[in-house]
């Protein structure tokens, strides 16, 4: 197996990333320097995220993005809305819901594409939510949907087992009332997931950082999610907010690597 064949069989692990870089490197292929660049700056965290040097970094993947990407994005660039690059390669794309089923599999032989944002026109939420295409994902976001989503959408995912690799689902602005939180909540598939965001609903439930001003942060959580909780068990996405506060909520690539760097 290639180290390229390997990311996209293992798309969170960062030891095959480093082991993509390595080969690269020493055939000095040119997208070595996007990845080298993004494996560097993900290292930079906290306070220092606002350091001359990581400013430098960002700098450098923005330029290398804006000369190269379309090219380095090959077949993805004709297929979806958006894209984004992490760790080197396309991993985030944004596309309409009525495409995902039939553009999905040629985006995951073609890209270790992780994150997906869906957008309208929709097309059938119980359809998405019944396919095995998902079960490839780190991160979905169908957000601002409105009742395209609602409670029948919640509970569509929330009975699917090809949900069960999600670390983080946006489900923001979708009228989901406290009937689709709590299917949610009791969902076997999804009680691992470390963010499922239910900002702007009806019901809301997620936990998240107040900024107060003059660089003062505090966690927050709504009593609704000690309620679930209580009902439900423990859940990560219903847990306080820790760490870095400024940056919270952590970055989505982040929460779906898999650090297995010996």
Same mark, same amino acid.
Request: charged share 20%.
């Given at each position: 197996?290639?180290?390229?064949?390997?990311?996209?069989?293992?798309?969170?692990?960062?030891?095959?990333?480093?082991?993509?870089?390595?080969?690269?490197?020493?055939?000095?292929?040119?997208?070595?320097?996007?990845?080298?660049?993004?494996?560097?700056?993900?290292?930079?965290?906290? /306070?220092?995220?606002?350091?001359?040097?990581?400013? =430098? *970094?960002?700098?450098?993947?923005?330029?290398?993005?804006?000369?190269?990407?379309?090219?380095?994005?090959?077949? +993805?660039?004709?297929?979806?809305?958006?894209?984004?690059?992490?760790?080197?390669?396309?991993? %985030?794309?944004?596309?309409?819901?009525?495409?995902?089923?039939?553009?999905?599999?040629?985006?995951? =032989?073609?890209?270790? +594409?992780?994150?997906?944002?869906?957008?309208?026109?929709?097309?059938?939420?119980?359809?998405?939510? @019944?396919?095995?295409?998902?079960?490839?994902?780190? @991160?979905?976001?169908?957000?601002?949907?409105?009742?395209?989503?609602?409670? =029948?959408?919640?509970?569509?995912?929330?009975?699917?087992?090809?949900?069960?690799?999600?670390?983080? *689902? /946006? *489900?923001?602005?979708?009228?989901?009332?406290?009937?689709?939180?709590?299917?949610?909540?009791?969902?076997?598939?999804?009680?691992?997931?470390?963010?499922?965001?239910?900002?702007?609903?009806?019901?809301?439930?997620?936990?998240? +950082?107040?900024?107060?001003?003059?660089?003062?942060?505090?966690?927050?959580?709504?009593?609704?999610?000690?309620?679930?909780?209580? =009902?439900?068990?423990?859940?990560?996405?219903?847990?306080?907010?820790?760490?870095?506060?400024?940056?919270?909520?952590?970055?989505?690539? %982040?929460?779906?690597?898999?650090?297995?760097?010996?």
């Amino acid at each position: 197996m290639s180290a390229f064949d390997r990311v996209i069989a293992q798309p969170a692990s960062l030891a095959a990333r480093y082991a993509l870089l390595a080969e690269w490197k020493a055939t000095n292929h040119p997208q070595a320097a996007l990845l080298d660049k993004q494996l560097e700056l993900r290292l930079i965290t906290g /306070s220092d995220l606002r350091s001359s040097r990581a400013n =430098r *970094l960002v700098d450098s993947i923005n330029a290398l993005i804006d000369q190269h990407g379309r090219a380095w994005a090959g077949r +993805v660039a004709d297929l979806v809305d958006l894209y984004q690059f992490h760790r080197g390669l396309v991993a %985030e794309v944004s596309l309409s819901g009525e495409r995902f089923l039939e553009v999905m599999p040629e985006l995951q =032989r073609v890209q270790p +594409v992780q994150h997906v944002n869906l957008r309208a026109p929709y097309g059938s939420i119980e359809a998405i939510a @019944s396919s095995p295409l998902l079960a490839k994902l780190s @991160s979905l976001h169908l957000a601002n949907a409105g009742a395209v989503i609602g409670d =029948r959408g919640a509970i569509a995912l929330a009975n699917s087992p090809h949900v069960a690799n999600l670390v983080e *689902l /946006s *489900l923001m602005g979708d009228e989901i009332t406290q009937v689709g939180v709590e299917a949610i909540a009791s969902s076997p598939y999804l009680a691992n997931a470390k963010r499922i965001s239910f900002a702007n609903n009806p019901y809301d439930p997620t936990p998240r +950082v107040i900024d107060e001003g003059d660089d003062n942060f505090l966690a927050f959580t709504p009593p609704a999610a000690g309620e679930l909780e209580a =009902r439900f068990g423990k859940r990560p996405w219903l847990a306080a907010p820790i760490g870095y506060l400024p940056t919270w909520p952590p970055d989505k690539d %982040e929460l779906a690597l898999v650090n297995d760097c010996a």
